[in-house]
């Protein structure tokens, strides 16, 4: 079974910007979750989708936002970039027999210059 | 609420050494708990979890973690180390209420374990 895949891997944009990711989930699992991974602050819960709907949020400004599709793959997308989103930006996929085991992509590097 | 402490955020080891990295945390509900390893460059790996049952939990790699209640711990152990082993290590606690995979996992800041040869 394939894993959580994550597009792009690495991203370069200027302040200002907008960017979105994509996550693919493992097959079969309804829920995706999104993370951000900064030295400063470590892993932080952006927010998570079952079925298409938000689920659950974090503490994040608006500028961040999601949203997930019938086939399970999500995207999340940052508006009006500043330095400060510079991070790993990690999605994690759970369901099935394993629901309380959440599965990690490989994570998409955002640098925001 | 959850909070994870972890008090060690590096953590050096001899080679072929045991070694203990520390996870403590808060919750006002009853939680399960999560080791991860996390490579350069790379993902999250989950070590292993306990969600019942016996307290002392063994995982890949040669990984254990032992739940104790009382003390709210869930400390993880390795009783000889490799090179391979050098990595970053999260501890995590999701709560039980979750229903199927939800709510969101709470991490602690996470130890770097480095292996001297």
């Known amino acids: 079974k394939a894993g959580v895949t994550q597009t792009p891997r690495y991203l370069i944009k200027t302040r200002g910007q907008q960017v979105t990711l994509s996550c693919s989930p493992i097959?079969?699992?309804?829920?995706v979750s999104w993370y951000q991974q900064t030295p400063g602050q470590g892993l932080q819960f952006l927010f998570e989708?079952?079925?298409?709907?938000?689920?659950n949020k974090g503490n994040f400004p608006g500028r961040f936002s999601g949203r997930q599709f019938s086939n399970s793959r999500s995207e999340m997308n940052v508006s009006t970039l500043e330095l400060g989103d510079s991070a790993l930006y990690l999605c994690?996929?759970?369901?099935?027999?394993?629901?309380?085991?959440?599965?990690f992509g490989p994570g998409t590097r955002l640098t925001v210059l | 609420a959850q909070s994870v402490t972890q008090l060690d955020s590096q953590v050096p080891v001899f080679e072929e050494a045991p070694v203990e990295l520390r996870c403590n945390y808060s919750?006002?509900?009853?939680?399960?708990l999560f080791w991860y390893v996390q490579y350069p460059n790379q993902g999250l790996q989950l070590l292993l979890k306990?969600?019942?049952?016996?307290?002392l939990v063994k995982g890949i790699n040669g990984f254990e973690a032992e739940f104790n209640k009382s003390q709210t711990s869930f400390h993880l152990r390795k009783p000889s180390v490799h090179i391979s082993d050098t990595a970053e290590y999260f501890c995590a606690v999701i709560s039980t209420l979750s229903n199927f995979g939800n709510e969101k996992l709470t991490f602690g800041t996470g130890t770097r374990l480095t292996i001297i040869p």
């Open positions: 919750s006002s509900v009853s939680v399960y």
């Open positions: 989708y079952f079925s298409e709907t938000q689920r």
């Open positions: 306990y969600l019942s049952g016996s307290t």
């Open positions: 097959s079969g699992h309804r829920s």
């Open positions: 994690a996929s759970s369901g099935g027999e394993t629901h309380n085991e959440q599965f």
